[in-house]
């Protein structure tokens, strides 16, 4: 298990940007495939971005276009770059680790963040 820690979120108008930053522990980092999900209120927790062991990124259809992901192993961090921005991009963002092959899904994630919550205002 590695652990995880998120920081970059706030509030922003919509259009804006934000950065979200995810720290590793560990000296295995570039093993782990690594995830952003997000969960709104009442709403159960969803894929937004993923980026493989091999640095392939892949990306919700909500958000391709507007979002980036991005590892750099030697920081053992993983980015994610919000743009453009919308109200419907509120929620709580979570980072995630897998070793497995799959990392699209919840279940291919076993270790998490305490996530960062991102407001859109309109």
């Known amino acids: 298990q590695v652990q995880l820690v998120e920081s970059g979120g706030g509030l922003v108008q919509a259009g804006g940007s934000l950065r979200l930053s995810c720290a590793a522990s560990?000296?295995?980092?570039?093993?782990?495939?690594m995830g952003w999900f997000r969960q709104a209120p009442g709403k159960e927790r969803e894929f937004v971005a993923a980026?493989?062991?091999?640095?392939?990124?892949y990306y919700a259809d909500s958000v391709k276009g507007r979002f980036t992901i991005s590892r750099d192993n030697a920081k053992n961090t993983v980015y994610l770059q919000m743009n453009s921005l919308k109200p419907e991009d509120t929620a709580v963002y979570f980072c995630a680790a897998g070793e497995g092959l799959g990392f699209l899904l919840v279940a291919d994630f076993g270790s998490w963040g305490q996530g960062t919550q991102v407001t859109v205002s309109s």
């Open positions: 560990g000296r295995t980092f570039s093993r782990y495939a």
């Open positions: 980026i493989s062991k091999s640095d392939s990124p």
